[in-house]
């Protein structure tokens, strides 16, 4: 079955300790994203990669890093989380639609 | 980047026929225009994709005039199951930044 896994689907984590949210897709896709949705700001691109180790910014990338090492796995590194982290994460990838993944609920106090 | 405009919210009944139009006046000559649907705590779901004129699958109508500064979804027989955000989105066919917008969210009554 073609997918997108997130891990973890939940998150709650304290004032700057690192984290790590893992993204893989079976589908051989070379596009891959990343977006946080926030109440009534809709869904916001962090970041996106067209292929292995080629990535760039989205929209609101301050605080992440990401890394694309391999084609199938996408993984969002928040090195010193902040509480205005805290949301809902999803990645995506693509060959000619998005699919997107079950999302990444983080809390961060 | 073009950027989309919709309407916040809409209501209508089951069994109606549903318009939703999306603005995108900075459109680019490489953008198509795709729709998403996404229910609460869930990954939005690809709908249709158009780049100009008509484009019809099996759960959707898509319309873009010859301008292509706006777009409609059409969405035949609603059910209470298409209550849900809609989102419009521009970009290039071969991807690179996207731009969802706050979405329209639709709510069908019984």
């Known amino acids: 079955e073609a997918q997108v896994t997130q891990n973890p689907r939940y998150l709650i984590t304290v004032t700057g300790k690192k984290l790590t949210v893992t993204c893989s897709q079976n589908?051989?896709?070379?596009?891959m994203s990343w977006y946080r949705q926030d109440p009534g700001l809709g869904l916001r691109q962090i970041y996106y990669s067209m292929n292995v180790e080629v990535t760039d910014k989205g929209d609101v990338p301050e605080g992440y890093k990401v890394s694309r090492k391999e084609k199938r796995n996408f993984p969002l590194i928040l090195e010193s989380p902040s509480p205005n982290q805290t949301s809902l994460y999803f990645c995506a990838s693509a060959s000619y639609e998005q699919y997107f993944g079950p999302g990444t609920r983080l809390t961060v106090t | 980047l073009a950027k989309t405009t919709q309407p916040i919210s809409m209501d209508s009944y089951e069994g109606q026929e549903v318009n939703i139009t999306c603005s995108h006046n900075?459109?680019?000559?490489?953008?198509?225009i795709t729709w998403y649907q996404q229910f609460p705590s869930q990954g939005p779901r690809f709908i249709i994709q158009?780049?100009?004129t008509k484009v019809t699958n099996e759960v959707a109508s898509l319309f873009i005039p010859a301008d292509r500064k706006s777009s409609t979804l059409s969405l035949p027989r609603v059910s209470l199951s298409d209550t849900a955000v809609y989102y419009c989105l521009v970009g290039l066919y071969n991807f690179n930044k996207f731009y969802f917008g706050s979405g329209t969210k639709l709510n069908v009554k019984p």
């Open positions: 158009g780049y100009k």
């Open positions: 589908m051989n896709h070379e596009y």
């Open positions: 900075n459109i680019a000559t490489n953008d198509y």
